[in-house]
Each structure stands twice: as C-alpha cells, then as structure tokens.
C-alpha cells in the first residue's frame, strides 16, 4: 500500500511543515486526520481538503496530553477504520542562550518537542504491534543532527527525537513488528515557527536569516510523502533537507 488509503494522523497540522503536509498527502488519497491547538485552523484546513476532493478529519489536540493524543488516534480509527502512520510533526522553537535561563521555554519545548512525541509513540504503539505493521515519521530538526548556539535546548530536544526514531526502528526488527521510522531534518523553512521566539537578539538574528535564505515548507511535505509511499519492507530512515542557499 503506498501513500492512497493510507490513514496519517498529523499532529503540528494548522501551519506550515503540517499543513502542507497534510495537504500533499490527502491530495495523493490518504485519509488525514489533523490535530493542533487552533482548532480553527485545522476546520479551514480540513474543509480546503474537502474542496479539493481529499478526505480528511481534525480534533483540537494539545500534543503536551497524553489523553488528547490518544484521542486523535482512536479519531482516526473510529473514522477511516485504522491507523497506518503517525507524523509526530508539533513543535515550538523559544530558542535563546543557555545563560538567558529562558527555564520555562526550555520545560514548555521538553514537553512539546520531546514528551509530545513520546505521547504519539505510546498512542500508536499497541496497534502497530498488534498488526505488525505502521511508520512513525517524526520531525527533529537540522539543530538534532549538529549543534547551533543558541539552540541548547531546543537542539536538545531534537537529538533526543532522532535517537528515539533509531531506537524504536532497531527494537521493531529485533521484535519482528515491522513498524518503520524516519526523522526529518529540515533547515530553514518559513513558517509560523520564529513567532515562538521571545528572546529579542535571537528573533532577530532569525528572521534575518531566514529571510536570505529560507524556503517553502512544500519542500518537507514532498519528503514526507516519499518516505510514507515507500512498500511496506522498505524503511527510509533519515532526510536532511537544505534550502541550496543554505550553507
Ligand atoms: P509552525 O509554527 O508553522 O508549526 C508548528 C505546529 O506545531 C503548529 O501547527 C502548532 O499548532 C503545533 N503545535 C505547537 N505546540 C503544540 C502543542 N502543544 N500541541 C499540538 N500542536 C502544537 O512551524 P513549522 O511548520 O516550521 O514546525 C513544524 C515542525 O518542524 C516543528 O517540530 C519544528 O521544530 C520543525 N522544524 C522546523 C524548521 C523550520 O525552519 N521551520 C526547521 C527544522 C525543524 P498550534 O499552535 O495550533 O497548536
């Protein structure tokens, strides 16, 4: 089964890397189910979907809880009758210098960043098991895969979500449950996410960046899409992806 048909719970679905991923992916026929905090963004996007002819569904999900998590995958059961993928795609980036001790963003992009996608491992875990088949694709970050100053924590978070990924593929083969993983390393993509920035130096150092160099999130979705249309005894593992003007 390649990507038409397939269930894709998203979460991280009402701006950017999600929402476009969660357009490309319904317009190749998956059944999408859209989870986020805004819940009236996921309406409008749910409702684009429609009009486009795609098939797709949404539940206000704060990822930080288990218990909503859980929900959007029992939504996307009840609905389009199982869950094939997870794209645990949520994240915030409050980026500062350790020394700023920014220690409430650095406990909110724990538990968002890392614990958020814990909650979508444990929510799918059972019935990837159970069926001996599924694909967590998790978003870390380019800062999961080499260090960036003024992204500590936030890299840290990352790291952590790519060792997460190996680990949980490494454990399937030894447990013969063929649930595939693949972590996402995208560079600079313009979306919402510099809004999470409340250290003023950072912000702008960002936004100067991003605006030389940055580019579409359409970019990550297209990688998304390859890695969930892949046959189910293919598992492609790990993507960095660099806008060419980034160095
Ligand atoms: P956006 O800010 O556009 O999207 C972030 C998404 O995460 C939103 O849909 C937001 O929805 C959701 N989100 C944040 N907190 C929560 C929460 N507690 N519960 C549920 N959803 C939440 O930025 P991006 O599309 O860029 O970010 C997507 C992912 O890509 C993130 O994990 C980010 O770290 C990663 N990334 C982004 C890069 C970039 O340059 N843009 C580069 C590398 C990685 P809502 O606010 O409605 O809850």
Not at 102 to 129: C, R, S, T, Y
Not at 186 to 205: C, F, R, V, Y
């Amino acid at each position: 089964m390649t990507v038409k048909n397939k269930v894709i719970v998203i979460t991280g679905a009402s701006s950017g890397i999600g929402e476009a991923s969660a357009k490309l992916l319904a317009s190749n026929g998956a059944k999408v189910v859209l989870g986020a905090r805004r819940e009236s963004r996921l309406q409008e996007i749910d409702n684009d979907i429609k009009l486009d002819g795609g098939q797709a569904t949404y539940l206000k999900t704060d990822v930080t809880k288990p218990e909503e998590v859980q929900a959007l995958v029992d939504l996307a059961k009840s609905e389009f009758g199982g869950i094939d993928v997870i794209f645990n795609n949520a994240g915030i980036m409050p980026s500062s210098p350790i020394s700023a001790l920014h220690i409430k963003e650095w406990n909110q992009m724990i538990d968002i960043n890392l614990k958020g996608v814990l909650n979508g491992v444990a929510a799918v875990m059972p019935d990837f098991v159970t069926q001996k088949g599924g694909q967590i694709v998790t978003t870390s970050s380019v800062a999961g895969i080499k260090s960036f100053a003024g992204a500590g924590v936030y890299g840290a978070t990352k790291f952590a979500v790519r060792n997460l990924m190996e680990v949980i593929r490494m454990e399937s083969a030894q447990e013969g449950t063929n649930i595939r993983t693949a972590s996402l390393y995208p560079a600079a993509i313009n979306t919402e996410l510099l809004g999470t920035i409340t250290d003023d130096a950072t912000k702008t150092g960002m936004e100067d960046f991003y605006k030389q160099v940055g580019f579409t999130p359409d970019a990550v979705a297209r990688v998304v899409n390859f890695a969930v249309n892949q046959p189910a005894d293919v598992n492609v593992n790990e993507f960095t992806i660099y806008p060419t003007k980034q160095a």
